[in-house]
Nanobody, 122 residues
């Protein structure tokens, strides 16, 4: 099973930017599709973005399209989420996920990190 550690969360004002990172270990990183989900207080965990093993395909939730960008560096075993034009409704714990299967990754996720808190103030 792949191990995932997120970093980069914090407090930012509306309109600001943050970049989340997720470092993977334990398996061959390029065998895995990678993604980000988020969970706000009192809400279910929801899909944010996903990227295929060699970055040929990306997918985003409608709520973040045009504002967030997912990328990965297979040499560093790391996936990133660049978040621009942040809104208070983006406030949530953001979780990194990995799975060899694109469909599973995109819908339910696979292995999970511990999460990183993102708070956007108005």
């Amino acid at each position: 099973q792949v191990q995932l550690v997120e970093s980069g969360g914090g407090l930012v004002q509306a309109g600001g930017s943050l970049r989340l990172s997720c470092a993977a270990s334990g398996r061959t990183f390029s065998n895995y599709a990678m993604g980000w989900f988020r969970q706000a207080p009192g809400k279910e965990r929801e899909f944010v973005a996903a990227i295929s093993p060699f970055s040929s395909v990306t997918n985003y939730a409608d709520s973040v399209k045009g504002r967030f960008t997912i990328s990965r560096d297979n040499a560093k075993n790391t996936v990133y989420l660049q978040m621009n034009s942040l809104k208070p409704e983006d406030t949530a714990v953001y979780y990194c996920t990995a799975d060899p299967t694109w469909t599973k990754l995109r819908t339910t996720g696979g292995s999970w990190g511990q999460g990183t808190q993102v708070t956007v103030s108005s």
